[in-house]
């Protein structure tokens, strides 16, 4: 069975830092990973995906990367705003396996 | 296109009732799928669909049942609800194969009494 872990639980920033946000996995024979925002009370909003032949993945100031063979994946948030503030996702294969999440807080 | 759509957006059920959470989306998608998320477990799946007629169970199915007989609709029925049900519902769906990236609607908050 497919674990996922995020760590840590919670984080706070100052506006402007730079996020860094990591996601583990136990079986390395995933085919995609994806990376989720849900802000408080809201649905997911789906941010990076990132399929198992990648090594990377970029939208804007977010950048997600994968190493399959150590089980890690790590999402990038530059020059973070209070905007970014919300609970992130990492979630492995179709049948999502998900961790329990990174809550982030973005101090203006 | 309005994505993924659930209703309702809130319900309150006595133990014992019964109540079908609906799931459409208008994206002509293969594959759907219902997760439950309850605080400091994160997301689990209970069933899901890979096309019309064909669904299988998830992580937590029991108390849950589920049938697909178009491709836009998968609802997911309580046949007696009890405390332990009281969760946030979410629906998911993406096109068919192990690549492609799933959207959600918007939850469904449920109460058991």
């Known amino acids: 069975k497919q674990e996922v872990t995020q760590i840590p639980a919670a984080l706070s920033v100052p506006e402007g830092e730079n996020l860094v946000l990591n996601c583990s996995f136990t079986?390395?024979?995933?085919?995609?990973l994806q990376w989720f925002r849900q802000d408080p009370g809201k649905g997911l909003t789906s941010l990076l995906l990132i399929q198992s032949s990648q090594r990377e993945q970029t939208s804007g100031r977010l950048n997600a990367s994968l190493d399959k063979s150590s089980g890690r994946s790590t999402l990038y948030i530059a020059a973070s705003q209070p905007g970014d503030s919300a609970t992130y996702l990492c979630a492995v294969d179709y049948k999502l396996s998900f961790g329990a999440g990174t809550t982030v807080t973005v101090r203006a | 296109n309005a994505g993924v759509t659930q209703t309702p957006k809130f319900q309150v059920l006595k133990t014992g009732q019964s109540m079908t959470l609906q799931c459409a989306q208008d994206?002509?998608?293969?594959?759907m799928s219902w997760y439950r998320q309850d605080p400091g477990m994160g997301l689990r799946l209970i069933h899901y669909?890979?096309?019309?007629?064909?669904?299988d169970q998830g992580e937590v199915p029991n108390g849950y049942n589920v049938s697909r007989s178009t491709t836009e609709d998968f609802p997911l029925r309580l046949l007696s609800a009890a405390p332990s049900q009281t969760s946030v519902y979410f629906c998911?769906?993406?096109?068919?194969?192990?690549?492609?990236?799933?959207?959600f609607g918007p939850g469904t908050r449920l109460t058991v009494t």
């Open positions: 994206m002509n998608h293969e594959y």
């Open positions: 079986d390395s024979a995933i085919y995609n």
């Open positions: 669909s890979v096309g019309a007629g064909i669904t």
């Open positions: 998911a769906s993406s096109t068919k194969g192990r690549y492609y990236e799933q959207y």
